[in-house]
Structure formats: C-alpha cells, structure tokens
Nanobody
Framework: QVQLVESGGGLVQAGGSLRLSCAAS????????MGWFRQAPGKEREFVTG????????YYIDSVKGRFTISRDNAKNTAYLQMNSLKPEDTGLYYC?????????????????WGQGTQVTVSS
C-alpha cells in the first residue's frame, strides 16, 4: 500500500505562482511514475502531468506547457509541481498519484494510488 500526502495549495491571484509537494510512503513498487491530476467542481478529473522514475520522460497537457514544471526527488520519495502564471481555469482540487512499476510517465489507467488532494484557487 502507498500513501500520498499533498501540500502547497492555496488561493492566488491570476499570474501568481504556487508550488505543490507530494510525499509518498509505503510500498511504492520502484520504479514508479508520479503525476498530478486536477478536478474542478462538476468536471471530469483531468490528467495534468506525469514524470518517470528517472525523470527522463515528462508529459504535460498543452494547456499547462511552459507554465507548470513537474519534478521529483527519489531520495525523499517526493514529487513537486511548480505552477507559474496561474489562470482562473487552473482552479481545482489537485491530486498527486503514483503508477507503480512504470518506467514511463504513466498512462492514466496506470495510476493506482492517490493523495487526498490539495485545493488550488486562482482568482481573476
């Protein structure tokens, strides 16, 4: 079993920045991909970004390219999401997730473990 704890969410004005952290513990089944999803109220959960075990493969959806940066520190079992130039449409509950046994960045269906979510609200 894997436990994930996100932190770093909050309220920020459009154009501002936030840095999310995700600490993993338990049986993480190395190698594993880590990723971030988000969900706005009444909307479908959206895969935002994923990163491979060695950080050599990274994926971003088009809407966040150039603004968001995912990274990880395997010694700390932690992933990060640096979010710059935030827009109101970035608002949502952000979930960290783990895809166990993955050498890639993880397909959506590969993510098996989830954090509790951290709220990101961007005001206009």
């Amino acid at each position: 079993q894997v436990q994930l704890v996100e932190s770093g969410g909050g309220l920020v004005q459009a154009g501002g920045s936030l840095r999310l952290s995700c600490a993993a513990s338990g049986r993480t089944f190395s190698p594993y991909a880590m990723g971030w999803f988000r969900q706005a109220p009444g909307k479908e959960r959206e895969f935002v970004t994923g990163i491979s075990w060695s950080s050599n493969i990274i994926y971003y959806i088009d809407s966040v390219k150039g603004r968001f940066t995912i990274s990880r520190d395997n010694a700390k079992n932690t992933a990060y999401l640096q979010m710059n130039s935030l827009k109101p449409e970035d608002t949502g509950l952000y979930y960290c997730a783990v895809a166990p046994g993955s050498y890639g960045y993880g397909g959506v269906q590969d993510y098996k473990y989830w954090g509790q979510g951290t709220q990101v609200t961007v005001s206009s």
